[in-house]
């Protein structure tokens, strides 16, 4: 094992061996487990074209450069993508936040124990919240700043620039979940999440250089066919009649579940994944929006169907793009707001992100946008729905989407639902609320699963969640007694669902995760119960 | 006659210095929410949790509370106490941290003092200076060579340590070992007073040579402040309140809304196969386009 490079340069080491290679007794030990599938080396065929010099993993299946003038190309077009970073004109988004994180940071290192990944890594050194932006900060102090150039060595300005330091760099970019408790902890407000991303940033919008699943798969696949997923609108349509039916045979509740609702009071909007995935999700807001009587519509026009938006882990031009078209659609159906449904990024683009990105007539007061989870609470305590609480009477946790709880501040309302409709009291993991632990899916890894990555992610950026599950219920582990982890978001419920089979949390322990709003509608007296438990990789 | 011209001349470059960063600072782009909760502003309620006004259905059309004494709190607790470094500081700096951070602001009340009594004849400060300036210049310095040796001797902080670091804490060392031995061979620090009222009244006198280097140090420190990151305690003005702290929201035709406008005419210039480029970015936001097949060449 090797967890501290010696000095910042080796980063720039023009070798194919990672840079730390770590195994399973490396890493945090998890209570309860007693046993995990080892950590492999990447495939042997897979070593000749892509590179795994960081840590061994990658979900980049770009060929490595070959010739000397495509590693040269490589680094001018990384360091062009730099000087566009610091230039206003190109990133005055995210700018101002940018050069004060590069500039102030005082090497205190009290984020460390605030990152999930560096602690759950057996606190390897790469993992570190400040060492990716301590390596860009001296790459830029060398190249950008007068400093730098003159006295090198002496302001730090050490850092050797080659390919490998540029792809490593990338890779680093990809190891930060972008949960930002790194910032909540800095005495100095340094966002070294912020660097991660604007790392990734300068990668797709300078060179086109993103994972897959992200920008090929992701965004340029839902600007061009409507949806993340590739669902089309009569794919959206038939789901929706499916979803119907499913309904009607779990209920005998014949709901027809609005879409295109002109003048409806509510555009919902869900993450096109939960259709696929878990259609129960939509299926238990329809239940619940019903019985409440919300007069609320789906949209299955392209976009309408889809609240996610990429673009906010990696880069703005598409963020905008799909953003711009979201807006649009709520517009055009002429409904008073967009609720968001059970997806944390894309809560925090609708209401948070979207709001400086767009000019004035996409202002929150012209096109109010906020999250489901108050309304539910509203409708949970408006007494329009009978609850019986015992139908939730199973011990419980709830996993806080860091979207939704530390970036926007909405914790109580999930945690007020719970308390009214389930019979045991809340199990809180320790920490939660606005200092959760990210699930470890978040910033796009939940769906990164090109090469060994997925391995990264279970072993290490998922560590964290497991520890604090098993902890939290650690006196009900008896695979006797179902126990459940509630979460309000796509990516967490992703997360979750690859946790729990990897580590066998089902098999050994009935640990099972679902929605919030599925919960709700078990509770709802004149139905019958809604959770299903099953589990399903 | 040149030190004290240097005095004067130290302390404009700092204000100036200070005032040229601020403006800076403030004048960079409007940029894109990303606030981090608990935002000490939110009612006493909400604070205690990090909740937010996002916790209510229609917060659009709600009065938004907004409290400046939960600020002010907040950022109390971090100048005067380091809270955060208390907290969630894994390597124990913040014992030196707080020593180093109360010696250089009691370096300041001191010199402040010493100049309130030249100007004003305030004789009950006497005892305050003495006070003042003594524990200043122990903790300074005991703060400054803690946190050089565990910077030197803890191979994690050593690692993020350049030596322009170890250079900002031994300037500093050096101006509170110097005032420590002013304050030895002069307890009254009668010279130090002198040497203030010197620089007043542009009339150089004779005063100790540990005196004279103690106050060239620090005005030296004063100009070289403003242009590094021991300037930190501006910046993080910005880094908390135009960016962890920022949630307002914007409405049609407010001074946000016409700045985002604004940002939103700047020309794109990034070279992503997927970028339309030469575009604004609003027109970059409306346009995208579906063919990719524009050469992935980095541009400028």
Known sequence: MNKKPNQFNDVSKLTEEPLVSYKTEDLMKLPYIDEEPPIEPPKEKWLENYDFS??????????????????????NRFLNGLEKLFDYQNNWTFGKIFKLSMDYCVGCQTCSEACHTYIASGRQEIYRPTFRSEILRRIYKRYFTKGGKYLKSFVGADVELNYKTVWRLLELSYRCNICRRCAQYCPVGIDNALIAREIRKLFSEEMGIAPSELLKKGTRQHIKTGSSTGMTTPAFKSLIEYIEEDIHERTGRKIKVPVDKKGADILLIHNAGEFLAWPDNPAAFAILFDAAGINYTLSSETFGYDSVNYGLWFDDVEAARIGLRHLKIAKELGVKKIVVGECGHAHKSFCVILDRMLPGEFSIPDIPRESCIPLMWEVVQSGRIKFNPERNNFPFTLHDSCNIVRLMGIVQPQRNILKAVCAKPLREMSPNGVKNYCCGGGSGFAIMNTLNFAQFRKKVSERMKVKQVLEVFNDVLNPDINKMVVTTCSNCKGAMRDAIGHYGLWNKYRILYTGLAEVIVNAMADIPPFLKWEFEE | MLLVLFGWLSIFIFVAGVFYRIVKFASMPLNLRWEVYPVPHESKEKRIIGASYM?????????????????????????????????????????????????????????????????????????????????????????????????????????????????NLLFLLSIFVTGFISWWIDPSFIHSKKYIKDIISLNPSSVPFAVILNFLLFELFLIYMPFTKLLHYVAKYFTFHHGLWDDRFKEKDSTIDRKIIEQLSYKVTWAGPHVVGGKSWLEEAQEYKLDETKSDKGKK
């Open chain 1, 54 to 75: 960081l840590d061994g993993h990658t979900d980049f299946d770009i060929p490595k450069p070959k010739s000397e003038d495509e590693k040269k190309n490589l680094v």
């Open chain 2, 55 to 167: 916790e209510e259905v229609d917060w659009a059309k709600k009065p938004i509370h907004k409290s400046l004494w939960g600020e002010i709190v907040e950022i109390g607790y971090e100048i005067f106490f380091l809270r955060k470094v208390r907290e969630y500081n894994p390597y124990n700096i913040w014992a030196p941290s707080m020593a180093m951070h109360w010696g250089i602001y009691l370096l300041f009340t001191w010199i402040f003092f010493l100049l309130a009594e030249n100007v004003y004849d305030i004789k009950f400060l006497n005892k305050i200076i003495n006070i003042t300036g003594v524990v200043s210049f122990i903790l300074g310095a005991s703060g400054c060579l803690i946190l050089i040796v565990k910077r030197a001797a803890n191979a994690d902080l050593k690692l993020y340590t350049a030596p322009v670091d170890y250079f």
